[in-house]
């Protein structure tokens, strides 16, 4: 595949998940259209050798998998990634009146840097649950896709030191500003209502929320020679998109897994989390005897894919000097011996050996001695279902900015080498 047509589907698949709802809906999409089935937690399930499917858990988390054919090794070679990312989320008691101007009160979700949001057009997205004309609750996706609030910064005469040491009160400085003379009476569930009617949705009244606010710049290959791919959400739309590609090209008899899940940039602990049941709920309802799960857990191998810090040409020094991953040099193999990435030596090798297989680059972190580093779901899935995990990840930079910037020739690179593993006979 071109490495441009690749390029152009994930800006696609960016601009159309402001919010884990959204990136769910538009993965369930593509599996739908490559001849994935949809399965339901309350059916009884009849899935045979060799079919694909895929379900979802509170419409924030997927799992789409192939089941191995019957003279297939019975393993499953399985991702993960996760469809949230830092972001501010509106209050449920959201109005704010002041001075003339109308705004919405903010909740900072994850670990965002802050002041990159200020100055930027800002629009809206989530999951609104209302009630439709017959009086029935019904759960509604909604996206303005337009420019709708932003977050003026204060001007450096009235804070002669901003340049110096500012630091971000969330409660106080990201009020989000929505308008003027918008009334006393304005009504933020009023405005989702007549947005979804304007959406061709007969909802009778808003009754609560899920939402945040997104850059609404579109993603865009940047530098002399576009080296570069900048968009919001990278982190983790980016391995949602390089997973799914690589699931449905993927050419094999054998099992394959897909997971991407909600909150881990909040600690995973969730129903819908890594923490949370759901992945191994569905390995037990694909092999119902313990026994035979067990066997397939101890044969199988997961890669935890996320974005991993690529060394930062003016912050060099923040890495340690024989561990700076670059862009566009391949993805990364993450490794701490704390435990807060889940690589051991025998699925590094493993991936090593695949990239080699397919002439890949391949590069791997670690972080400096003297500082911590963040984590994955990857530890939290290896100890959850025992399997062996590796963690692996697009170097970027201005990871948890409103907007980051990857290589542009790492995404492909990556979907490629995660291809070869979904395809691979390897045994470790």
């Not at 501010?88 to 003339?100: C, D």
């Not at 959400?233 to 090209?249: E, F, I, P, W």
């Amino acid at each position: 595949m071109p490495q441009k047509d690749y390029l152009n589907g994930l800006m696609s698949f960016i601009s159309d998940s402001p919010t884990p709802f959204h990136a769910v809906a538009a993965m369930a999409q593509q599996l739908t259209a490559a001849g994935y089935g949809k399965l339901e937690v309350a059916d009884k399930w009849h899935v045979q050798a060799g079919g694909r499917y895929f379900i979802t858990r509170n419409d924030s988390t997927i799992v789409a998998f192939q089941l191995p054919k019957k003279n297939a090794l019975q393993r499953m070679h399985m991702v993960g990634a996760h469809t949230d990312s830092p972001c501010l989320k509106v209050k449920p008691n959201a109005e704010i009146h002041q001075k003339g101007y109308q705004q919405l009160g903010v909740e900072v979700y994850g670990g965002a840097l802050l002041h990159p949001w200020f100055d930027r057009d800002l629009s809206l997205a989530g999951r609104v649950v209302g009630r439709d004309n017959q009086g029935q609750l019904v759960s509604y996706l909604l996206d303005f896709k337009r420019p709708l609030a932003c977050i003026p910064s204060l001007a450096i005469h009235l804070d002669r030191e901003a340049n110096k040491a500012h630091s971000v009160n969330p409660q106080t400085d990201l009020p989000v500003l929505l308008g003027q003379t918008l009334g006393d009476e304005f009504s933020l569930r009023s405005l989702l209502v007549d947005e979804l009617k304007a959406n061709g949705h007969e909802v009778d009244k808003v009754i609560d929320y899920e939402l945040s606010f997104y850059d609404f710049q579109a993603p865009a290959l940047v530098g002399v020679k576009q080296e570069f791919l900048a968009a919001a959400r990278l982190d983790n739309l980016l391995s949602c998109y390089m997973g799914l590609t690589a699931l449905v090209a993927a050419q094999t008899d054998q099992g394959l897994l897909l997971i991407c899940n909600d909150h881990e940039e909040v600690g995973s602990q969730s129903a819908e989390g890594a923490q949370g049941s759901f992945l191994m709920s569905v390995l037990q309802r694909i092999y119902p005897e313990t026994e035979l799960l067990h066997q397939v857990l101890n044969a199988s191998t997961f890669i935890s894919a996320d974005n991993a810090h690529g060394v930062h040409p003016n912050f060099a020094n923040k890495h340690d000097e024989h561990h700076g991953p670059r862009l566009n040099q391949g993805p990364v193999i993450k490794v701490n011996a704390n435990q807060r990435y889940a690589t051991n030596a025998v699925t590094s090798a493993m991936v090593k050996e695949l990239a080699a297989h397919k002439d890949l680059p391949i590069q791997t972190f670690v972080v400096r001695s003297d500082m911590t580093c963040g984590s994955t779901i990857g530890p939290i899935t290896a100890a959850q279902l025992g399997v062996r995990t590796l963690d692996l990840g697009v170097p970027t930079f201005a990871m948890h900015s409103i907007r980051e910037l990857a290589g542009s020739a790492d995404p492909l690179i990556t979907h490629q080498l995660l291809q070869e593993f979904f395809e691979s006979q390897i045994v470790v």
